[in-house]
């Protein structure tokens, strides 16, 4: 029987729900429970893949295809599962698929109305994740923050499944913020007390409380909370801000939150087998070197645009004892005139150019590669970052005039980068592009396949243009490598440069099957080549 752990936030968002849920997952896992996790999201959108970066971070995607929030990242990161289409859940699939079910008369000419029929179809999603992954504990994070009128279905929907389930099935857990008033020096505790107030109006009753906190909270702390809120002292957990997300997981299981949780299900306290986890801690405690890598792109300006990319670079900087400090470069800058690229550049070990969309910031990009080509300097790109990487080398290199993908010029003279046939039709910008995993054919004797050690890969996507077969040859014949096919669509997933040090770039998305404990291959080439660089 599939036990629910459901992960709510009040106070304020950007209290760490996403890393919460993360290190609740990874614990239970290292008790030897299989686990899988979830998040819903209050939005309208189907999924986040037409929004800005700018304003909701990456866009995470599953092997299966499915465009998701950045907080699936973590869940993978952490856990070190694949999920699935059924991890990430927005109002907006929701409420679409309700209609589309009225449209073709499922409901036999009911009402249809925000209870039962959207709270069924949410609960129908919290049951199929618990079914389609065979998990013993589906961990469900909850987005926005209680209170928001964008959530209440999804919370209705919770009330329901815990009077359904009962205590020994379902168990919730409260994120919190215990804010630290200078003037008076002391931490306050009502904001909590009418969040958990705002759970318990709607029908919830926590079972535990997570404290957001910048320092250990007293028994005092502790035991008005138990008191104002109904929880067990012991029931409520101290999240002391920490400078390292990774260290959450070991603060929290110090505190037993995994075992209360597994003692409120009924369920065996195994031991817990954390060794590897705190293997990784000390390595990240007592990096000796340092190296400077440059991401150039033009979402610079919030991190979490690139946060795989970023977490991905880091990964490998583990394994070599390595604190990789990035450059983060605005592609835009690039394009000014008289712009100093040496002077960017200057203690820049790597240059990495990741994905994206649009033209803007593009030229400023194809300099950045130009630069790492004609200097040497140890490159990685990645989707639309391959993509300039040959059209670079088309312009510069094979003196191609005109070079350019029909994404940014559709009358381009010389289309290096096109549709594919079967997507020039295509009208809506959602979900259509090239999805997930795909298998990818590796040459025998080039980089790319002496960083994965096998001639056989399978890597997710997310695009829609493709490097038009129609100039390999010319490329070719002026020293660029293919050194990765898909053989099924005939497409070109790997480039590469062989006379320079480290000069490697992928059409798919090697970031997002990134871990902390296992960095990527084509992450630990670069990051190892730019250490020597």
């Known amino acids: 029987m599939t036990k629910y752990v459901f992960v709510t936030g009040g106070v304020v968002s950007g209290l760490g729900k996403g890393i919460t849920a993360s290190s609740l997952a990874l614990l239970l896992k290292s008790r030897g429970y299989k686990v899988f996790m979830q998040k819903f999201d209050p939005y309208f959108n189907i999924d986040p893949g037409t929004m800005n970066p700018i304003q909701h971070g990456e866009v995470f995607v599953t092997y299966d295809g499915c465009e998701t929030d950045l907080d699936l990242g973590h869940y993978e990161r952490f856990i070190d599962e694949e999920l699935n289409y059924t991890s990430n859940i927005t109002s907006g699939k929701i409420y679409s698929s309700v209609i589309e079910k009225e449209r073709h008369g499922d409901y036999l000419g009911a009402t249809v109305q925000l209870v039962p029929h959207i709270t069924n179809e949410i609960k129908n999603k919290v049951y199929e994740a618990g079914l389609t992954s065979k998990a013993d504990i589906v961990i469900t994070e909850i987005g926005g923050t209680v209170g928001d009128i964008e959530s209440q279905a999804f919370i209705e929907t919770l009330r329901q499944i815990q009077y359904e389930k ?51 909270t007293s028994d005092a702390i502790k035991e008005k909370l138990s008191l104002f809120c109904s929880i067990p002292k012991e029931n409520i957990i101290d999240c002391v801000d920490a400078k390292n997300i990774y260290d959450i997981p070991i603060n929290l299981h110090e505190q037993g939150i995994d075992e209360l949780i597994l003692k409120q299900f009924n369920l065996p306290v195994n031991k817990a087998n954390l060794k590897y986890w705190e293997d990784l801690l000390k390595t990240m405690d007592s990096l000796d070197k340092e190296v400077e890598i440059a991401l150039v792109g033009k979402y610079v300006e919030l991190h979490d645009a690139y946060l795989s990319v970023a977490e991905s670079l880091r990964h490998a900087g583990y394994k070599y004892h390595t604190k990789v400090n990035i450059n983060w470069v605005n592609s835009e800058n690039l394009e ?61 290199v094979c003196n191609l005039e005109g070079a350019n993908s029909t994404e940014f010029d559709p009358l381009a003279k010389e289309p290096i980068i096109d549709l594919m046939s079967d997507q020039k039709t295509v009208i809506n910008m959602g979900g259509t592009l090239r999805l997930g995993n795909y298998n990818c054919k590796l040459k025998k004797g080039t980089l790319a396949y002496n960083d994965y050690k096998t001639e056989d890969i399978k890597e997710r996507h997310r695009h829609r243009y493709e490097f038009n077969n129609k100039y390999k040859e010319l490329l070719e014949e002026h020293g660029m490598v293919f050194s990765g096919i898909n053989e099924e669509s005939n497409l070109v997933e790997i480039i590469e440069i062989p006379k320079l040090k480290h000069f490697i770039a992928c059409q798919f998305h090697p970031e997002f099957k990134s871990r902390p404990t296992r960095p990527h291959p084509l992450f630990d080439s670069f990051v190892k080549s730019c250490i020597e660089n």
């Open 336 to 396: 000014k005139e008289n712009v100093n690229l040496k002077e960017i550049f200057k203690n820049t070990k790597g240059i990495l150019v990741p994905g994206g969309f649009g033209n803007r910031g593009i030229e400023g990009k194809i300099k950045a590669i130009k630069y790492a080509r004609e200097n040497n300097v140890p490159f990685l790109g990645i989707c639309l970052g391959m993509q300039l990487s040959v059209i670079e080398f088309a312009r510069n």
């Open 166 to 216: 009962g205590p020994q099935e379902t168990a919730f857990v409260h994120t919190t913020l215990i804010p630290y008033v200078v003037g008076s020096n002391e931490l306050k505790t009502k904001p909590t007390q009418n969040s958990v107030k705002d759970l318990q109006n709607m029908g919830i009753r926590p079972n535990f409380l997570v404290c957001r906190t910048p320092f250990s």
